[in-house]
């Protein structure tokens, strides 16, 4: 029979099988021939036993086998009785002669000439009574205990004329135990020796090609290969992942069957090889042989051994896992307790080899216990400063709270994780770091005390102004036990202080600074990014925004990357370019930073400069995106987290709201509660004007202006009294006109006007709004184009979109009233006729005229415009105003955008701009902002001039437009 149709051909193996056949029948070789199958674990030495076996039966031999095993290798007889299974009764009387002393029970020492001749004489003769060749196999065969390989050898001594073949199977790598059978062994040509080699990568394809199919070999192998370097257990165990699953990527799926193979190499490797791996996976980069030596507690020679075995079985590529799964199968098959020490251990030697803090920390986080000693809390320190440099918050602030709970004895020490930790808590929950601020002692002598005076200064974002206070007079008090500069510092918390809490100046006496060591130099460095950023403020709050200011802004702006230095100064120059009325620049770098403090990640700051472009939004007029940036900012850290600081989002989120016309926003947005102290900071003036405004819009006039003057108040108080922050007077005007006060209302806006610089536009451009609504009638045209005007140049589209209807209402009353007059003197004209064509004495109206139209009788309407706007011709003027084009060239050299060309056609045709909006799908807020820019391109100033500047020629028809 052909064996190779009954039995399946191992792959790469035909040659060995072949030997092995070969040795059994050759009748050249002596009685006892013995074949040695060595080679890595999991390379199939078991399987071409096995296969050899079956063949051997097949054709009518015998085969006597056994698998020795690490954990009875001290069991006496324990390979023997798997081989001779019918022989009980000798290893019984063996294992008596034992326990009467002639050897000890576990195998150690060889059993007497005696025992052996009782034992082995029998076997022999019922050796020769097997039919055919025999073939004695045993596998795994360096875990054999001492007794059965001295039976063996006596049995091998003895041999008759029996053809006996021996098949041991060993790993190379390991201790082998046959060195009882040297002196035995016979000489070639009776004995040979067969090294298994891993699978390559032809093989590895025919045996994916078998089990998985050609089209999933195709894909596979590379990478089956790469995984697993040909060893065919692993290679088995990725089929099994495999048989099921196909992964979209194209990548081999790497589950359950890997992981037990590559499980169990590493136990046939033995209890070094699993200890190495162990540490080997507790450690995310490659290590020096001298860091896993002192891991694993041996000699290089031991260890390059281990590795090298490792690296035979396909588990190890050099020093690192061949695969990420079999790292996390090492380390999940490895007890939690177990695991925690060996990671104070690794930290150990990786402390003493000179690793990274931040490798160090790592291991020391999932340590326990840790290790003893300061050095522990000095690397977490260490760490967490470079996780904050690197951007990881998470792991900084994990290390800091570990050096924390260990208490170290060095009190620099203890202040410096203190403080970096309170400067982690400040970014992502300031209610957190404040209740750590009793912790912050005195920095030591040495220690840099740059932040001192900011942290001291903290409590003030949540109202706590007393607090703020102490901290800085302590300060004050003792400058000699703070770090040098500390005093410096509490300089520029003082401008933070009086610029937050202006009314609150006069609670405190502070002590004079000290100068530093040399008189020439002060402790303030005025190019310190605190002091920039609270200069910036105390110059736009002082005398209002101007062009080197907002310059200044913008270079600051430039130059500062973020961080827990530079927040401060960042957010002042945004909130500068915001009040000067550079909404694109602004918009630019508030995006850049929120970006940045997302990656931090830094929730606090995301959420203030979140805030900042809500109402960047708002005062360009994007109020769906002002509402929306105003929800996320309030949504992205606590109510309490922000302080006085919420002011802001709900300020733009009420203002928003009115605007919009949803004054359930408005409303709910008022039911947040806020600090009290809120009052008392500029960020308060902001929530003020909302709260004002929306007074103003549930008819509470009275309400409004008592909010409007109590601004006024507050920031006369304060000495700010800038338009452009808050432009409380036109606000109370309107107000005013509601209570029908119109002198005061046209006082308050005047007195706004003469306040106005010239980069104040917006706040000029409300005061003409308002001047023309309180104002003289004969004025309010010129008023409301000087207000548009004004809102051009600082991009308020919404406001400059209202005051062009407001003109355009003016526009369409002017022309009605024309075409009243007109009707009027022609009706005046006709009468005179018709009463001299009457016959005398009868009324010159005729009965008809009295008793109205009769039926089927059309009488001409009052308003002689009888046409629609739809079907209205249209004319250009004589001469077209403001030097405009009066052909249909105009809209295209003006290079509007499709969009709007289309508002243009409508608008000049007669349509609303709710009519507008309706049929071209798009808000009534979109269509004013589209109006807007196509006055500014073509340069006219309301819809009228529109009209008049262009003809039906400019508009191609819709069918044209669409190719048709």
């Known amino acids: 029979m052909n064996v190779q149709a009954v039995f399946p051909v191992l792959q790469e193996r035909a040659d060995d099988l072949a030997v092995l056949r070969q040795m059994l029948t050759d009748d050249r070789l002596g009685p006892a021939r013995f074949a040695f199958l060595s080679g890595p674990t999991g390379c199939g030495k078991s399987e071409l036993l096995r296969t050899f076996a079956r063949q051997v039966t097949h054709d009518g031999g015998t085969y006597l086998g056994a698998t020795a095993s690490r954990t009875e290798h001290l069991v006496p007889f324990g390979v023997w009785a798997q081989l001779f299974r019918g022989a009980a009764g000798l290893l019984d009387d063996a294992q008596r002669h034992a326990a009467a002393g002639e050897a000890p029970g576990d195998g150690s020492v060889p059993l007497s000439a005696q025992v052996?001749?009782?034992?082995?004489?029998?076997?022999?003769?019922?050796?020769?009574?097997?039919?055919?060749?025999?073939?004695?196999?045993?596998?795994?065969?360096?875990?054999?205990?001492?007794?059965?390989?001295?039976?063996?050898?006596?049995?091998?001594?003895?041999?008759?004329?029996?053809?006996?073949?021996?098949?041991?199977?060993?790993?190379?790598?390991?201790?082998?135990?046959?060195?009882?059978?040297?002196?035995?062994?016979?000489?070639?040509?009776?004995?040979?020796?067969?090294?298994?080699?891993?699978?390559?990568?032809?093989?590895?394809?025919?045996?994916?090609?078998?089990?998985?199919?050609?089209?999933?070999?195709?894909?596979?192998?590379?990478?089956?290969?790469?995984?697993?370097?040909?060893?065919?257990?692993?290679?088995?165990?990725?089929?099994?992942?495999?048989?099921?699953?196909?992964?979209?990527?194209?990548?081999?799926?790497?589950?359950?069957?890997?992981?037990?193979?590559?499980?169990?190499?590493?136990?046939?490797?033995?209890?070094?090889?699993?200890?190495?791996?162990?540490?080997?996976?507790?450690?995310?980069d490659p290590a020096s042989t001298r860091v896993l030596t002192q891991l694993a507690g041996v000699d290089t020679t031991t260890l390059m051994r281990t590795v090298n075995t490792l690296n035979n079985a396909g588990v190890l590529s050099g020093s690192r896992f061949r695969h990420a799964k079999a790292r996390t199968a090492v380390l999940d098959n490895t007890a939690p307790s177990l695991r925690a020490a060996l990671r104070g251990r690794v930290a150990e030697v990786l402390y003493r080899g000179g690793a990274a803090p931040v490798t160090i920390a790592r291991q020391l986080l999932a340590a326990s216990p840790v290790p003893d000693g300061d050095w522990t809390a000095e690397i977490l320190d260490e760490a967490a400063r470079t996780a904050l440099r690197d951007g990881e918050p998470d792991l900084a602030y994990d290390c800091l709270v570990r050096a924390r709970e260990l208490e170290p004895s060095d009190e620099k020490l203890r202040a410096s994780i203190t403080a970096t930790l309170f400067d982690i808590e400040w970014r992502t929950d300031p209610c957190a770091a404040i209740r750590g601020l009793p912790a912050l002692a005195p920095a030591p002598d040495g220690l840099d005390g740059t932040d001192e005076g900011l942290r001291a200064a903290v409590p003030l974002w949540l109202d706590d102004v007393e607090s703020a206070v102490a901290g800085l007079q302590r300060i004050n008090a003792a400058p000699e036990v703070y770090a040098p500069g500390a005093a410096a510092h509490v300089q520029a918390s003082l401008q933070w202080l009086r610029l937050g809490y202006p009314s609150a100046t006069g609670r405190w006496e502070m002590v004079d600074v000290p100068e530093g060591p040399d008189s020439a130099t002060p402790f303030a460095d005025p190019l310190s990014p605190e002091v920039q950023g609270a200069v910036l403020l105390s110059r736009l709050s002082g005398t209002g925004p101007d062009t080197a200011l907002a310059d200044e802004a913008e270079r600051l702006l430039r130059r500062y990357r973020l961080n827990e230095r530079s927040f401060a100064v960042l957010l002042s120059a945004l909130i500068t370019l915001v009040y000067s009325d550079r909404p694109d620049a602004a918009d630019a770098a508030c995006r850049r930073l929120t970006a940045e403090a997302q990656r931090m990640p830094a929730q606090n700051w995301q959420a203030l400069f979140t805030a900042v472009r809500a109402e960047l939004a708002f005062r360009s007029g994007e109020l769906a995106d002002a509402i929306q940036l105003a929800h996320t900012a309030l949504s992205t850290i606590s109510q309490y987290s922000w302080g006085v600081g919420i002011g802001m989002p709900l300020g733009t989120l009420i203002t928003a709201g009115i605007a919009s016309g949803q004054l359930g926003i408005a409303r709910r947005a008022l039911r947040v509660p806020v600090p009290d102290t809120l009052f008392e900071t500029p960020i308060g003036l902001h929530y003020l004007r909302a709260r004002g405004r929306h007074h103003l819009a549930t008819g509470q006039p009275q309400a409004a202006l008592d909010e409007f003057t109590t601004i006024g108040a507050l920031m006369a108080e304060w000495a700010m009294d800038v338009p452009a922050l808050v432009p409380w007077r036109s606000e109370a005007a309107w107000a005013c006109l509601a209570l029908g006060d119109r002198a005061r209302a046209r006082a308050l806006t005047q007195a706004q006007l003469e306040r106005c610089t010239a980069l104040q536009a917006r706040a000029r451009g409300e005061a003409l709004r308002a001047l023309a609504a309180c104002g003289p009638a004969e004025r309010r045209t010129a008023l409301l184009e000087e207000a548009a005007t004004a809102f051009a140049e600082c991009g308020a589209l919404q406001d400059r979109a209202a005051v062009l209807r407001e003109l355009d209402g003016i526009e369409r009353r002017k022309e009605l009233s024309t075409l009243g007059e007109q009707t009027v003197m022609e009706r005046q004209e006709v009468e005179p006729k018709e009463s001299e064509a009457a016959p005398r004495g009868r009324s010159a109206t005729t009965p008809s005229a009295r008793s109205g139209p009769r039926p089927g009788q059309t009488v001409p309407r009052p308003c002689t415009t009888a046409a629609t706007p739809r079907q209205q011709p249209f004319v250009p003027a004589t001469r077209p105003p403001h030097g405009a084009r009066p052909d249909g060239e105009s809209l295209v050299q003006a290079n509007l955008s499709d969009a709007e060309r289309r508002v243009a056609e409508l608008a000049a045709r007669g349509h609303s701009n709710r009519q507008i909006a309706a049929q071209l799908y798009i808000t009534v807020s979109t269509v004013e902002q589209h109006l807007t820019r196509v006055y500014r391109k073509l340069h006219v100033k309301r819809r009228t001039e529109l009209t008049a500047m262009l003809r039906p020629a400019a508009f191609p028809p819709a069918e044209a437009r669409a190719g048709r």
Do not use: M
């Open 116 to 284: 052996v001749n009782t034992l082995c004489l029998p076997l022999l003769d019922a050796v020769e009574q097997l039919p055919g060749p025999v073939v004695l196999g045993i596998d795994d065969f360096q875990h054999a205990d001492a007794v059965s390989l001295q039976c063996l050898a006596a049995v091998a001594r003895r041999l008759g004329t029996k053809p006996v073949l021996i098949v041991l199977g060993e790993a190379p790598d390991l201790p082998s135990a046959q060195a009882v059978l040297q002196a035995e062994l016979p000489l070639e040509p009776h004995s040979r020796r067969l090294r298994l080699r891993p699978l390559s990568r032809p093989a590895v394809r025919d045996l994916l090609t078998e089990h998985l199919g050609a089209a999933a070999a195709e894909r596979l192998s590379d990478a089956c290969y790469d995984i697993t370097a040909g060893n065919p257990l692993q290679v088995h165990g990725l089929i099994a992942d495999n048989r099921w699953s196909a992964p979209a990527d194209g990548a081999p799926a790497v589950d359950s069957g890997y992981t037990a193979a590559v499980l169990s190499c590493l136990h046939r490797c033995g209890d070094e090889a699993q200890a190495l791996a162990r540490h080997i996976a507790l450690l995310d």
